[in-house]
């Protein structure tokens, strides 16, 4: 180097050295972050289950109202027929005096009481209390030296606050959903049965009213 050169000296950077301690906390910021964002999904699903939970109920009580007309046709038809019968009756009466051809003393069709009878409302299933968290429960330790929770725990525990309580009011939908659709299964198979013994009245007064033709 010729003399009197200002030519500084390239000093190599050394890059700092990482410890034990150092990986150990990279470690845990990495699993508190996965763990936030587990809570923050888990927040969203409940929330997602509510809102079906919702659109399921609204649709089942759509669902009775139909099934409630359903019924009530069934019934419309059993006391008209029953109008009929006793049409027919006197149509028999007064074409063969007082001694009717077609109807004979306890004739005719016959309701079935277990069929028409006022139906017992099914009494719906309890579910057992569910057990209380301790009033100073905490979903999240604080890992802090100074045993407060930080914004990212406080974060989570607000997150699990909301899911513990969704998850009860979940538990409590799924219970009433359950005992609406078995108040409408009973219902549906009393209107099944209601409509076979339609069928068969409005069968035997055809075959009748046919009769009083010939």
């Not at 409940?46 to 359903?70: F, H, P, Y």
């Not at 005992?179 to 299964?185: D, E, L, R």
Request: proline letters at 4%; a negative charge.
């Amino acid at each position: 180097m010729p003399w009197g050169s200002s030519k500084e000296e390239k000093k190599e950077e050394k890059e700092p050295e990482t410890t034990e301690r150092d990986v150990l906390v990279y470690n845990i910021n990495e699993v508190a972050n996965d763990t936030l964002e587990s809570t923050r999904r888990m927040r969203q699903m409940c929330e997602e289950s509510k809102d079906v939970g919702m659109k399921t109920m609204s649709a089942l009580e759509n669902q009775g109202e139909s099934i409630e007309r359903w019924e009530e046709v069934a019934d419309g038809i059993n006391a008209d027929m029953a109008l009929a019968e006793k049409a027919l009756k006197a149509m028999d009466a007064a074409c063969f005096g007082m001694i009717p051809r077609f109807w004979k003393r306890g004739g005719g069709f016959k309701e079935d009481d277990a069929v028409w009878a006022e139906p017992q409302l099914p009494q719906p299933e309890q579910l057992p209390e569910a057990k209380a968290l301790n009033p100073d429960h905490c979903f999240v330790a604080a890992l802090g030296v100074s045993g407060e929770q930080d914004a990212r725990e406080k974060e989570m525990e607000e997150n699990m606050d909301e899911v513990s309580a969704m998850i009860g009011n979940l538990r409590n939908m799924a219970n009433d959903i359950r005992n609406t659709t078995a108040a409408q299964n009973e219902c549906l198979e009393r209107i099944h049965k209601k409509t076979e013994s339609d069928i068969l009245r409005v069968k035997l007064a055809n075959e009748k009213a046919a009769a009083l033709m010939k």
